[in-house]
């Protein structure tokens, strides 16, 4: 499996016989196209079909970041994996109320687990979010209860509510508080780092779909309507409390990230190129971090992801039925 690339730089990104070439101001960067797992671009970028056709014979999906580190979109190459009958049995689990509904609160069951791992284990070591942790809890056992994909989303932005709120217990910096989760613009350089990580962690999610059968644009949580893609959408929630957040909360918590890494002038509302390389660093170390999974032995986060998408593909067939992915204490 290769690596994800990251381009920060502007300048062109083209074919040389069979390797990538960035040439841009910072010089000539020669990239073998066999390390390459996928490309995540947030400077300013020329590219030409020749480049594009070469990317499509390497299975290799190019996601577009602005200046802000805001997700814009991407050059998803041809489906090569992509089967007939398993986008039939999705829109089936689409169009089947009762079996989107379990998928879709499959998805919440497993991002609220993992936020209570997330929890448990600060207040193993701080003894001061007991009561959240009940209230959480609490809002989870409702869930049996829900009848509406609507209804779930309105208990888990309940839950979010509470665990974003528990932020500034976890953090040991007087430079960042939470008030609110607010998106766009984030108000905060905690809401900063919050967006730029889930934009890092869909990216990411999506180049594992691509190398399943799955079809990206059918989501089960996230409305399938004119949005490209859901399903990354949907996935990336079961993984968020433990790679986003796990990340966010070791920057802040041994100072790597600091005020000084954010735009000043824009109210320190967003990442500084520097901020955005740390986090990014960050980030991947935690994809690359392996842990023992079932009868797997050691796996990556990364993998973790693909398998997830497995997990899916098997319940789409009837062979299994799919349970989320809850995280170490």
Same mark, same amino acid.
């Given at each position: ?191 900063? =780092? $919050? ?5 890092? #962690? /869909?990216?990411?999610? *999506?180049? %594992?779909?691509?190398? +399943? ?90 993998? =973790? $992801? ?5 997990? #899916? /593909?098997?319940?789409? *067939?009837? %062979?299994?039925?799919? +349970? ?6």
């Amino acid at each position: 499996m290769g690596k994800t690339i990251y381009i920060f730089s502007s300048g062109r990104l083209e074919r040389k016989e069979n390797t990538l070439v960035l040439r841009s101001e910072d010089g000539k960067r020669v990239i073998p196209i066999t390390s390459v797992s996928d490309i995540k671009v947030f400077g300013e970028i020329d590219l030409n079909k020749r480049l594009l056709e070469f990317l499509t014979q390497n299975k290799i999906a190019l996601h577009f970041f602005n200046h802000y580190g805001y997700y814009v979109g991407s050059y998803y190459p041809r489906e090569y994996t992509n089967s007939g009958l398993i986008t039939l049995k999705q829109a089936e689990h689409y169009l089947n109320g009762e079996k989107r509904l379990f998928l879709a609160k499959s998805f919440v069951v497993g991002a609220i687990l993992n936020i209570l791992k997330n929890l448990e284990y600060y207040h193993r070591r701080k003894g001061n979010l007991k009561e959240r942790i009940e209230k959480i809890k609490d809002r989870l056992s409702e869930l049996e209860k829900v009848n509406t994909v609507q209804e779930l989303m309105s208990v888990e932005g309940d839950v979010k509510k509470e665990y974003y709120s528990a932020f500034n217990d976890i953090l040991e910096s007087e430079e960042f508080f939470m008030d609110k989760r607010t998106k766009r613009p984030p108000e905060n350089p905690i809401n900063a =780092l $919050i967006s730029f990580g889930n934009s890092l #962690l /869909y990216t990411t999610v *999506l180049s %594992e779909i691509y190398h +399943t059968h799955l079809d990206p644009r059918i989501g089960y949580l996230h409305e399938t309507n004119q949005r490209s893609f859901s399903l990354n959408l949907d996935l990336s929630e079961v993984f968020k409390p433990v790679i986003v957040d796990r990340v966010i909360f070791s920057l802040i918590n041994r100072k790597q990230i600091q005020l000084k890494h954010f735009e000043k002038s824009l109210n320190y509302s967003y990442l500084t190129d520097k901020g955005k390389q740390i986090f990014i660093k960050e980030f991947e170390e935690k994809l690359k971090t392996t842990l023992q999974y079932k009868n797997l032995g050691k796996v990556s986060y990364r993998k =973790l $992801i693909r398998l997830e998408c497995y997990k #899916l /593909y098997k319940h789409f *067939l009837g %062979e299994d039925t799919y +349970t989320p992915y809850i995280g170490e204490g």
